[in-house]
T-cell receptor, first 111, second 113 residues
Framework: DAGITQSPRHKVTETGTPVTLRCHQT?????MYWYRQDPGHGLRLIHY???????DKGEVSDGYSVSRSKTEDFLLTLESATSSQTSVYFC??????????FGPGTRLTVL | GQQLNQSPQSMFIQEGEDVSMNCTSS?????WLWYKQDPGEGPVLLIA?????ELTSNGRLTAQFGITRKDSFLNISASIPSDVGIYFC?????????????FGKGTKLSVIP
């Protein structure tokens, strides 16, 4: 299994509070991705990174920001959480091929 | 962007039966990936296909890259209870770059013991 961890694994927060999710990899892969998974929508790309300090928006980036200061860490921040951001968030990594490897996920509930 | 259509959306089968599912696209893909997601877990890569017509096996799983490059198939032989989960197909989004993937919405498999 690819060495990917996500923290926290579960979080409950209140509307309007900031939230940061962390993805950590031990594979030294260049590309890292944040997805959200919701019933009926499948996996949707939020943001991705193609190197340290190089990030770009995905399909559903509004309300989210990311940072990558080290190869191994990719942070996803919800500046002011809303109930519509209740979801399961997955981090993924890939090297030089198209294959992506996923982390275990973070279940976020915004009350 | 590109879209992938998976069918069936869900299926209930008896343990021991064979399973077939497919994924189609209106545009050509150069790679097809098949993932399985267990409840409460992240998707796990099962099989990667890189050439049209390619047939690749992983244990009881066999996947094929369609010769038109617009479809792919996944077969599971002699299903067992641990095959339960959601199976996703995926392929690189040629319009997006940076190794972004387009995912199908998944086929949910239930196995009746």
């Amino acid at each position: 299994d690819a060495g990917i961890t996500q923290s926290p694994r579960h979080k409950v927060t209140e509307t309007g509070t900031p939230v940061t999710l962390r993805c950590h990899q031990t594979e030294n892969h260049r590309y890292m991705y944040w997805y959200r998974q919701d019933p009926g929508h499948g996996l949707r790309l939020i943001h991705y990174s193609y190197g340290v300090k190089d990030t770009d928006k995905g399909e559903v980036s509004d309300g989210y920001s990311v940072s990558r200061s080290k190869t191994e860490d990719f942070l996803l921040t919800l500046e002011s959480a809303t109930s519509s951001q209740t979801s399961v968030y997955f981090c993924a990594i890939s090297g030089i091929a198209d294959e992506q490897f996923f982390g275990p996920g973070t279940r976020l509930t915004v009350l | 962007g590109q879209q992938l259509n998976q069918s069936p959306q869900s299926m209930f089968i008896q343990e021991g039966e064979d399973v077939s599912m497919n994924c189609t696209s209106s545009s050509i893909f150069n790679t097809w990936l098949w993932y399985k997601q267990d409840p409460g877990e992240g998707p796990v890569l099962l099989i990667a296909l890189y050439k049209a017509g390619e047939l690749t096996s992983n244990g009881r799983l066999t996947a094929q890259f369609g010769i038109t490059r617009k479809d792919s198939f996944l077969n599971i032989s002699a299903s067992i209870p641990s095959d339960v989960g959601i199976y996703f197909c995926a392929g690189p989004d040629s319009g997006a770059g940076s190794y972004q993937l387009t995912f199908g919405k998944g086929t949910k498999l239930s196995v009746i013991p």
